[in-house]
C-alpha cells in the first residue's frame, strides 16, 4: 500500500519539478506561430538565425521528399500551392460531419476520415494528411529551433488554445505535442497568456479585455482577475476575420485601378498573390508613415499605386466595425459594460494597425496596453507559465466550459449537469434513476449545447451502465459525475448506488465545433428559448403521463382483481384518454387526463398497499414484528 506524504504549509512539490526544469511556452498560431522561454520571471521569444521569432504556420511536402515548415514552406505554397498547407490550425478536431463547413474556406482538397468520428485528412502532395500530423510538424520546428537556442534538449511546453477550442481539438492539439515529441504541461487560453505576459497576475485585480486580430481570425475575451485568480468571463469572435481581409481590400483597389487605366490582366492566382503579397507591405508602412506608394508588375507590364492612410483607413473600416460589434456582443453577454474595463491587451499583427487602436481606445474610453510585440505576446505568456509550473507560482488559472454540457433524459430532453461558463476545473453530479420496473441496463447519452432537446444539441460519447439490480420504477439510484479537467478535457461516470457497480468515459471526440459553430448554437438557443421551453414542458408532460400509464399497467396486471367491474372500466377508460392525450400537441389536455388518471387510481394504490401490509404480516406473531422492529 502506498502511503500518503504529509508536507508542511507551502512545501508542496510542485507539480513538474524535479523532472529537469527546462519548459517552453508555444504559441501554436492560425498564421504564425512562436516559442518562447522564461528565466527568472523574464519572458522571451527564440528566434533563428536571421532574428526572426515568428514561423509562419506553413507546412510542405516537396516533390523530392521530406517536410519543410515556415519561410521555406511559404514560399514553396506559392509555386507549388497544391504541396503546402496553410491554417491548419482551423481542421484541429474537425470531424467526417464538418467537411461542408470547412471545404469551402480553406484551399484545399479535404476529405472525411475512415469513419463517422474520424477527424478529417487534407490531400497535400498527393497523399492524405491528417491536421494533428501536420500541427506536429510545425511543433517539431519549434522545438528544434528552442532546442538550437538553448542548447538543451526541449521536452516540455505548455502550448496555448483559442478559448473556444472544444475537447476534440484540444485533444488533438495535445496529439499533434506528443507526436512532436512535446510533453504539454498544460493548455492555456491564448488570452490568458497575453493577460499573464502583462503581469496582470501581479496585483492588477479588476475586469479586462483580450483583443486578438490576428490574420484569419478575430477574438474579444474578457476575462476577471481577483486576488491571483485568472477567470475567463466570456469569448467571442469570427474565424474568417482578420488582417488577411485588409490585405485583399488594398489589392482589389490596386487590381481595380489597373483595369480603370486600361491594362488588361488576366487575374489568375499567381496575380491575386503578387497583389497581395504587395498590399501586405504596403498596409505594414502604413501603420507608420501617412502616405505610401508601390509598383505592382504582372504579365511584364507595371504599375505605380499610391495610397494615403486616411484611404486604406476608409477601405478597411468595415472590418474594424465588425470587430467592434462582436466586442459589444460579448460585453452584452456578460451583462457587462465597456466602462468597467480596467484594461485592453492587444494580440496579432493586425493590431498594428493606427485604425485599429484608435477603435479600441474609443470603444473602451482608454489607450490598449501596447508595450509587448502582439505577434509574441501569447507565447510569452505561456513561457511564463510553463517557468510556474515548473518553478512556483500563485497565479491560478481559471478557464470555462464554452459550451453547457449533459445528459439525454426520457423523452429526448437534455438535462444540464455543466452549464456553459462554469468555471474549470470542475466535477458536478446528479442523481438520476430507472425508467421502467425490472430495468437493469442505463444507455448514458453525454451530449454538448443550450438547447432543450437532444436532437438540438451535439453528441460527444454513449456508454451504458450494466448490471443494475432489478427493482421497481424509480428505485435505483445512479450518481452521474462530470469532472472537466484544466485543459477542458471532460470525463463521465456512472455509478448504481446500492452495488457500487460503475462505467466511465474520457470524453475525448475526435471531431470537433469551430467557433462559428457555437456562435451558431448560442444564438438558436436565444432565437428559440420560448419554443424550446414550450416543446421541454410539452414532453415532460409526455414522459410523466408515460411512466404513470406504465405503472398503473403493471398495477392492473398483478392486482386487477381488487376492482369491481365499474372500476375496472372506469380507470381502462381514464388510461384511453390518457394515451390519446399523450399522442396530441395539447400539453392541458396531458395534464389534465393524468390527473384524472392519478385520481381514479388512488383508492386502487391505497387497495394495494392495505393487501400488500396484510401479506408481509400473515403468520407473524407479536415477539416477531417487535423483532423486526428492532432490527
Known sequence: MSLLEIHEPGETPLPHAGEGTL??????????????????????????????????SVVAYPATGGVIVGDEARALMAREPGRAVASVKRLMGRGAQDVHAVAGVLPYEIEPGSGETDMVKLRIGGKARSPVEISAEILKCLRARAEAALEKPVERAVITVPAYFDDAARTATRDAA????????????????????????????????VYDLGGGTFDFSLLRLEKGVFQVLATG??????????DRALAERMLGERKRDGIADRVDEGAVKMALALARQMKEQLSARDRTSGRLELSGRPSFHVISRAEFEDMIGRFVQRTQDIATQVLADAGLTASEIHGVVLVG????????????????????LTDIDPD???????????????????????????????????????????????????????EFTTYQDGQTAMAIHVVQGEREMVEDCRSLARFELTGIPPMAAGAARIRITFAVDADGLLTVSAEEKTTGIAQRIEVKPSYGLSHDDMADMLYESLEHAEEDVARRLLTEARVEAKRNLLAVGAALAKDGNLLSAEERAAIDAACDRVDKAVAGEDRDEINAAAEALEALSKPFAERRMDRGIREALAGLSMSDLERRVGE
Open 23 to 56: 519548459a517552453v511556452g508555444i504559441d501554436l498560431g492560425t498564421t504564425n506561430s512562436v516559442v518562447a522561454i522564461a528565466r527568472d520571471g523574464r519572458p522571451a521569444a527564440l528566434h533563428d538565425e536571421a532574428g526572426k521569432s515568428l514561423v509562419p
Open 178 to 209: 506528443r507526436v512532436a515529441g512535446l510533453e504539454v504541461l498544460r493548455l492555456v487560453n491564448e488570452p490568458t497568456a497575453a493577460a499573464l505576459a502583462y503581469g496582470l497576475d501581479k496585483g492588477s485585480e479588476g475586469l479586462y479585455a
Open 237 to 246: 469572435g469570427d474565424t474568417a476575420l482578420g488582417g488577411d481581409d485588409f
Open 349 to 368: 499583427g493586425s493590431t498594428r494597425v493606427p485604425l485599429v487602436r484608435a477603435r479600441v481606445a474609443e470603444m473602451i474610453g482608454r489607450p490598449p
Open 376 to 430: 509574441e505576446v501569447v507565447a510569452l505568456g505561456a513561457a511564463l507559465q510553463a517557468e510556474a509550473l515548473t518553478g512556483g507560482s500563485d497565479t491560478l488559472l481559471l478557464d470555462v466550459t464554452p459550451l453547457s454540457l449533459g445528459l439525454e433524459t426520457m423523452g429526448g430532453l437534455v438535462e444540464k449537469v455543466v452549464p456553459r461558463n462554469t468555471p474549470i476545473p470542475v466535477q458536478l453530479a446528479q
